[in-house]
């Protein structure tokens, strides 16, 4: 039930482009997605509601393909503070049973 | 906005003994999560709370877990007897609902001995 990612690890040099994916075995409803660095707690970056849905803020974007239950969280043009650990997290339609992915690293060097 | 508050940050204890955890949600938030995160791994729902009420506490290990949210605001998180497999950080988080964005506490690293 746990929806699986990848790649689990990534390294950027500064400026390059990254993808991470998001598949879940169950219907979603919705796609959360948060970025943790070493230590801290997690950060919320986006959330989609709607199959189809496109979001993007900055330089990250994500969409949400509701039929193949899969979301995709897109970084272009990375920068230093980009590196840490994203996840996905992916809600029931009563928002129920919300489960966090296996989560990717990412390491964005100069 | 005063974020959300979690205490103690750090608690070291024996297995066999009891830990009790404390949240202060983000005023006016009515939906709050307890996660358990292992290291290395992401985190684990136990149980969200919606105002007072359980809504779901499908992985909470009830014979040693146990979570309380009284009069809608604050929760604690209680574990006894505590296990080594229980070392972990315990997150709580809070949001205006189920399809908003979570806001996380600073989390409780629990280490059993």
């Known amino acids: 039930q746990q929806p699986v990612q990848s790649p689990q690890a990534v390294i950027l040099r500064e400026g390059e482009d990254a993808v991470i994916n998001c598949s879940s075995s169950k219907a979603l409803y919705s796609v959360h997605w948060y970025r943790q660095k070493h230590g801290e707690a997690p950060v919320f970056l986006m959330i989609l509601l709607k199959g189809g849905e496109q979001k993007g803020h900055d330089k990250i974007s994500a969409s949400f393909n509701e039929k193949k239950q899969q979301s995709s969280l897109y970084l272009t043009a990375s920068q230093l503070s980009y590196s840490g650990t994203y996840f996905c997290g992916t809600g029931k339609n009563t928002g129920n049973q919300f489960y966090f992915g296996t989560g990717t690293s990412l390491t964005v060097i100069p | 906005e005063a974020g959300v508050a979690q205490s103690p940050r750090y608690k070291i204890i024996e297995k066999r003994q009891s830990v009790a955890f404390w949240c202060n949600p983000i005023s006016g938030h009515a939906t709050l999560y307890w996660y358990q995160q292992i290291l290395g791994q992401g985190p684990k729902l136990l149980i969200q709370f919606q105002n007072n009420g359980v809504v779901d506490d499908s992985q909470l290990p009830k014979d040693r877990f146990s979570a309380e949210r009284l009069k809608g605001v604050d929760s604690t998180l209680k574990i006894q007897p505590a296990k080594l497999e229980d070392s972990a950080v315990y997150l709580c988080?809070?949001?205006?609902?189920?399809?908003?964005?979570?806001?996380f506490g600073p989390g409780t690293r629990l280490t059993v001995t």
């Open positions: 988080a809070s949001s205006l609902g189920d399809f908003f964005e979570q806001y």
